[in-house]
């Protein structure tokens, strides 16, 4: 009997050994892995499935891209201009920018504890009470997997509305004629190219990150030197400042401001996406949560200051709201309206637009996995547990996330109220899913003697840092869910809150429907004549692999 196993009867009070009915589904990957990297798969008691191609700077840039920034926020900053003013942007993204570094490092505590692909589905079934973790980890895979493809949707199709607004602005003839299909058309180009680089690229995924990467400083930089070089009528420093103004008819200013601040929240979506990636990340325990971590800061940290000079070079709101191009790139006639130049203001916001393309192919690739990671819990049918051999992937989660996207955006052509709809939820329901593990971590996970904080881990703060994190998400998801205006109607209405309803609803019944019985959360992979810190094909139930990790360490050091 291996030594493996022997590990797992020493916790078999906790544990019921099953033999796995899959054991063909998917082999496990012939490599040489790292021992923080075995001690990581037996955290989770997961079997090595990838090959670790990425690494620290791989999860670095894809959570660069996905979570954009200046991009994202540059996207939607006339919302905050319009609800609240400068000040509802200005202190709005400080509030941000403080609260969210609390949140991404709990996630990244977390994910220095489970390396998961299943992230923020696994980290809840570790922590929740053994009576609901069946029901907590199937609602919170739910969350993440429908945010993830809702982000790569909106995407998709902000990139290609931009596409269609440099159209309308390099050819004014054009602007007079342009038809929301020739949006979806552009769209369904760059969904194929997001399934195509998914599914017989993946490689590519570290190249095409990194150079994203590179243009998210090198544009922030250009973006900067070119506003305070060719704005000539600056606003004044009260303006940017202290201007408030609520032109959204809440009669409630503090709620006038709390739904301006949600502009800011853009900056800082899918701050987990790298996480999905963990188990084929070298030394995912480290580098992962490093990579999480340090980039929110750096982003809150250095977005500021893009922020402060926007506001001093927007020019006139009215003016430039008034262009029918700002329906599409509002922040394409600030930069002509600097410039002078068509041609100059295209190339300024194209330096954004490439890290949108990434996030949303980032998007893809993190839902996929999130859904692979489930089905091999036995979540969903068979197929959907496979990893194509040669290219390293779950092409049928990534063809079952590709299709639903796809007929989405169709929705675009006929009725626009209707595809915001749709999709504005997709920042509520990544909140929600953060805050379900994190609260759980922090009422009770904390204090279990079970779990080992990982490698990277908030130290004597932790709690205060999860509290912070915790009560933030609960409180910007409720105002993610207010419509903008007031009174709302049925073209201003925020769908959110009913997207997030009805998921939730088909979620449960799913669950009761076909997975309860059958699905039980992660199981842990017991090895067969392997070595400790290897995993094998025979699976079991589990409530808690922590000790399982710490027992691997232990002999990997005696080693």
């Given at each position: 009997?291996?030594?493996?196993?022997?590990?797992?009867?020493?916790?078999?009070?906790?544990?019921?050994?099953?033999?796995?009915?899959?054991?063909?589904?998917?082999?496990?990957?012939?490599?040489?892995?790292?021992?923080?990297?075995?001690?990581?798969?037996?955290?989770?008691?997961?079997?090595?499935?990838?090959?670790?191609?990425?690494?620290?700077?791989?999860?670095?840039?894809?959570?660069?891209?996905?979570?954009?920034?200046?991009?994202?926020?540059?996207?939607?900053?006339?919302?905050?201009?319009?609800?609240?003013?400068?000040?509802?942007?200005?202190?709005?993204?400080?509030?941000?920018?403080?609260?969210?570094?609390?949140?991404?490092?709990?996630?990244?505590?977390?994910?220095?504890?489970?390396?998961?692909?299943?992230?923020?589905?696994?980290?809840?079934?570790e922590l929740a009470p053994k009576r609901l973790r069946a029901e907590l980890s199937w609602l919170v895979g739910w969350l993440a997997f429908t945010g993830a493809g809702s982000a790569t949707i909106l995407c998709g199709m902000g990139v290609s509305m931009q596409i269609q607004a440099f159209a309308m602005i390099a050819n004014p003839d054009y602007a007079e004629t342009a038809q929301r299909w020739h949006v979806y058309m552009i769209?369904?180009?760059?969904?194929?190219?997001?399934?195509?680089?998914?599914?017989?690229?993946?490689?590519?995924?570290?190249?095409?990150?990194?150079?994203?990467?590179?243009?998210?400083?090198?544009?922030?930089?250009?973006?900067?030197?070119?506003?305070?070089?060719?704005?000539?009528?600056?606003?004044?420093?009260?303006?940017?400042?202290?201007?408030?103004?609520?032109?959204?008819?809440?009669?409630?200013?503090?709620?006038?401001?709390?739904?301006?601040?949600?502009?800011?929240?853009?900056g800082f979506p899918s701050i987990e996406i790298a996480a999905h990636f963990a188990e084929e990340i070298k030394h995912a325990s480290r580098s992962l949560p490093r990579a999480m971590f340090w980039t929110v800061c750096l982003n809150a940290v250095f977005i500021f200051p893009w922020i402060i000079l926007v506001l001093y070079c927007i020019g006139d709101l009215n003016e430039v709201l008034a262009d029918p191009v700002a329906l599409l790139s509002p922040l394409t006639i600030v930069f002509k309206n600097a410039t002078g130049s068509t041609a100059g203001s295209i190339c300024l916001n194209s330096l954004g637009i490439y890290a949108g393309f990434m996030g949303g192919l980032d998007s893809l690739g993190s839902c996929?996995?999130?859904?692979?990671?489930?089905?091999?819990?036995?979540?969903?049918?068979?197929?959907?547990?496979?990893?194509?051999?040669?290219?390293?992937?779950?092409?049928?989660?990534?063809?079952?996330?590709?299709?639903?996207?796809?007929?989405?955006?169709?929705?675009?052509?006929?009725?626009?109220?209707?595809?915001?709809?749709?999709?504005?939820?997709?920042?509520?329901?990544?909140?929600?899913?953060?805050?379900?593990?994190?609260?759980?971590?922090?009422?009770?996970?904390?204090?279990?003697?079970?779990?080992?904080?990982?490698?990277?881990?908030?130290?004597?703060?932790?709690?205060?840092?999860?509290?912070?994190?915790?009560?933030?998400?609960?409180?910007?998801?409720?105002?993610?869910?207010?419509?903008?205006?007031y009174p709302a109607n049925v073209k201003s209405m925020n769908y959110a809150s009913l997207i997030i309803g009805s998921l939730s609803m088909v979620s449960l019944a799913t669950y009761f429907l076909y997975a309860r019985g059958r699905f039980n959360g992660p199981v842990v992979e017991i090895c067969l004549g392997m070595d400790p810190a290897e995993v094998g094909p025979t699976k079991e139930k589990a409530t808690s692999t922590s000790k399982v990790a710490q027992m691997a360490e232990k002999k990997a050091d005696e080693k």
């Open positions: 009997m291996s030594t493996s196993i022997a590990l797992a009867m020493d916790l078999s009070a906790e544990f019921e050994i099953r033999a796995s009915r899959d054991d063909d589904v998917t082999k496990p990957t012939k490599t040489d892995l790292s021992l923080d990297d075995q001690a990581g798969l037996m955290a989770i008691g997961k079997k090595p499935v990838f090959e670790r191609k990425f690494n620290f700077w791989t999860a670095l840039c894809i959570t660069a891209c996905a979570t954009g920034a200046w991009e994202g926020i540059g996207a939607a900053i006339f919302q905050a201009l319009k609800v609240g003013g400068p000040v509802a942007l200005v202190w709005g993204y400080v509030i941000c920018a403080v609260t969210m570094i609390c949140v991404a490092a709990s996630l990244a505590e977390l994910a220095s504890i489970w390396p998961s692909s299943g992230a923020q589905y696994h980290w809840t079934a769209y369904l180009v760059i969904s194929a190219i997001y399934f195509s680089v998914n599914t017989f690229g993946v490689r590519l995924i570290h190249p095409l990150n990194a150079f994203g990467g590179f243009l998210h400083i090198f544009g922030y930089l250009v973006i900067i030197i070119t506003l305070a070089i060719t704005t000539k009528d600056k606003h004044t420093a009260k303006y940017v400042f202290t201007d408030f103004s609520n032109n959204s008819g809440w009669p409630s200013s503090f709620v006038a401001f709390c739904v301006g601040m949600m502009t800011s929240m853009n996929a996995r999130s859904i692979w990671a489930m089905s091999r819990d036995e979540a969903f049918p068979e197929r959907f547990r496979r990893v194509h051999p040669k290219l390293q992937v779950p092409v049928w989660c990534i063809i079952a996330v590709s299709i639903p996207q796809t007929l989405i955006g169709i929705i675009y052509i006929w009725n626009t109220t209707a595809f915001y709809g749709v999709t504005s939820a997709a920042l509520a329901l990544l909140t929600i899913s953060y805050s379900i593990p994190i609260g759980l971590f922090l009422f009770s996970g904390r204090r279990n003697p079970n779990i080992m904080l990982g490698e990277w881990n908030c130290g004597r703060l932790g709690y205060f840092i999860n509290t912070v994190a915790f009560f933030w998400l609960i409180f910007i998801s409720i105002f993610l869910c207010f419509p903008i205006y």
